[in-house]
């Protein structure tokens, strides 16, 4: 039977604002790449290339094996919840109530769910530019304008804070803000942190606080904006599990929202996904309760390997690389080399075999550099280095 209309006419026009995350799709054409016999060396991906810790996939068989296996509350299991609060009280220094806590399927839907309850037509956020692509997407998803204030390098890829209240105006309902930044590397310094918190609190905004790699940090400590005035109960903290423990494959990641926030974003939950994996979240409590080793281990490997990457980097015709204060991250400029950064990422994965992502991937301001993820080992590391060497001498 032949129809008499092309079906996707009848896709609604929103989704012509919904982006995507490039990551993802540069890893399906290396895997294809990989098919016809091509051998890739994978610095696209952003996930730890470490294996989850054996105590908490034993948690997880433990939960399966104790009937953890129907469903659970939309908010999250209330063990985990109380887990959590324990965990991010001592972490921020102030007292978190566990009924603050939504856990969800991965850290994206804290960002969705938060945009679905507050941004509509004729509203305004903020976000980082270069960031993570979905900030961006989903503002625009839901009807908004998304507007980008951005990274420099010459603020070492941290915002310039008056260019940031520049771009405030009354239809601004949202900051969006990370630190330590994907895909940058960088962090907003303490005292930044205290002035854009200021700008929140004048201008009355919401904030979603971005913190999903704040273990990830090659010297001191993480900073979170809610640690100043008036911010507690107009900041979102987004985390999760995936990066300090590797468990990206788990799904697994939470809010802690204002009290104002849970019942839209549980009912949001409850109309969505019903509610995440209850033996995954069992586990997850094994994971901030017990044995911390592997996440200093994790770092003090990616502690070489960032160091090793950015001196390959710098060796490389053309290109500049700043030291990345945290995540796993480098954000090189290619502009020396004379290719667009779209260019340099095809003829990487093309040519040299290296899947990389083109700085374009994370919004315009991204133009000019890429991304390399460094959760790779370091041979793989020295031999993307050497096959991009070889790549740009047959420029």
Known sequence: MTLKTDLRSKLATRQTRLG?????ETLAKARALERQGRHIIHLEIGEPDFDTPVHIRQAAKDALDNGFTHYGPSAGQMELRVAIARHQSARQGYEIAPERVIVTPGGKPVMFFLMMA??????????????????ESMIQYMGGTAVPVPLKEEFDFSLDVEELRGLVTSRTKLLVVNSPNNPCG????????RKIAEIASEHDLVVLSDEIYKDMYYGGEHDSITQFPDMIDRTVILDGFSKSYAMTGWRLGYGIFPEWLVEPVSRLMTNSVSCTSVFSQM??????EGPQESVGTMMREFTARRDLIVEGLNSLPGVTCRTPKGAFYAFPSIAGTGLSSREFADRALNEAGVALLSGTAFGKHGNGYIRISFANSRENLNEGIERLRKMLAGS
């Open 283 to 288: 586990a997850a409590i094994s994971a901030l």
């Open 186 to 193: 960088s962090i907003i310094p303490k005292d930044d942190l």
């Open 20 to 24: 995507t995350e490039t990551a993802f």
């Open 118 to 135: 507050l941004i509509e037509s004729g509203d305004e956020a903020i976000y980082p530019n270069p960031g993570f692509p979905i900030y």
